[in-house]
């Protein structure tokens, strides 16, 4: 028989709070326009995209997730000396380490948090908020912070004309509490590594950093291209409508409710053709309010989905108690998606 003792955590959790961060600078399409051939009415039919926001040097991923987790963190009602850990969604932290979840969890004024990153994509947030859930239930924590930020225009080349437009920079955060009432469904996550070649870094840090200078691609200015994102459009588009709308349906099943039981879907705000096409494969009544949140932000990849659910809120389209279905899906492929209710 085992001497380990087990510890009692809350029987359900649930979001309590919920805060954004978008950078100052609104980028318009003209501007996008400007390093590559195309456009306004281009990238609006292919992306649904008008606007997006760029950070500035002082709109560090530390700096944004430290203002949208401290408005989270006052929407939840608690002070953060109760947050018991931080977890940080981000591809675009440069440092390997440390992680900048404990930098995070410090300025916060959190009580020793327990603090990591991971790194799972526009996945991201799917993927700490199942984390969260389970530190809730397994008592380790009682409160977790959950962030997903980017400053994806670091990782954009301007003068590729298939994803210069995309991307955006923010933060998005949530605090997940202990609940007595089921309010986060079941995760249904997974990844299809075999497809990873169809959104990827253009050069890996190792390559870059020891590559003769006199070798590397330069772009238009006679500058060095810097590592970026890149993806095959058409492949990317295919798996996200089609898989995708498959792995939605199955997180509706796993909570045991229907199209119709939902209020609002919030899916990963990488293309309002996606978006759309997922709406009408799900065959969503009208009633369902749906996040377009990618029109004026942009792609932020792990801060997108709290991002638009932030903002959904804010403008009263969806209201506190809503059930929503939020997916995410992207680099890897990987893709986690969950029924909850609203904050």
């Not at 954004?20 to 992306?47: A, C, F, K, Q, T």
């Not at 996200?240 to 990963?268: Q, R, S, W």
């Not at 989905?305 to 403008?315: C, F, S």
Request: aromatic residues 6%.
């Amino acid at each position: 028989m085992s001497k380990i003792k087990a510890r009692k955590g809350s029987p359900y959790a649930r979001i309590l709070g919920v805060g954004g961060y978008r950078p100052v600078r609104v980028v318009p399409n003209e501007v996008i326009l400007e390093r590559i051939e195309s456009s306004d009415e281009w990238i609006r039919s292919r992306s649904g995209i008008e606007t997006r926001h760029w950070a500035n040097d002082e709109e560090t991923v530390a700096a944004m997730s430290i203002e949208a987790s401290g408005k989270a963190i006052a929407d939840a009602g608690i002070t953060a000396e109760q947050i018991g850990a931080v977890v940080v969604s981000t591809v675009s932290h440069f440092a390997q380490t440390p992680a900048i979840a404990t930098e995070i969890a410090d300025k916060l004024g959190t009580a020793k948090a327990a603090a990591f990153d991971i790194s799972a994509g526009c996945a991201g947030f799917g993927y700490g908020l199942t984390l969260a859930k389970g530190m809730i239930v397994e008592g380790s924590a009682e409160y977790v912070l959950v962030i997903g930020v980017e400053r994806l225009s670091d990782l954009t080349d301007l003068e590729d004309r298939a994803t210069a437009f995309l991307f955006g920079d923010g933060a998005g955060a949530v605090v997940v509490g202990p609940s007595q009432e089921p309010h986060i469904g079941p995760t249904v996550w997974g990844s299809e590594g075999d497809k990873s070649h169809t959104i990827k870094q253009t050069v890996s840090w190792d390559a870059f950093r020891s590559a003769d200078v006199s070798q590397l691609p330069l772009d238009s200015r006679g500058e060095v291209k810097f590592p970026a994102i890149t993806q095959e459009g058409q492949a990317v588009f295919r798996w996200a409508v089609f898989e995708m709308a498959k792995v939605a349906k199955e997180a509706l099943e796993a909570a045991g409710l229907t199209a119709e039981d939902l209020d609002v879907f919030i899916p990963h705000q990488a293309n309002e053709r996606i978006i759309d096409s997922m709406v009408k494969t799900l065959k969503l009544p009208e009633h369902v309010t749906v996040a377009r949140d990618v029109r004026t932000t942009g792609n932020t990849s792990a801060a997108s989905i709290p991002l638009a659910m932030e903002r959904l809120l804010a403008t009263g389209e969806a209201k506190s108690g809503d059930t929503a279905l939020v997916i995410g899906f992207g680099a890897g492929l990987v893709y986690a998606a969950t029924v909850v209710t609203l904050p």
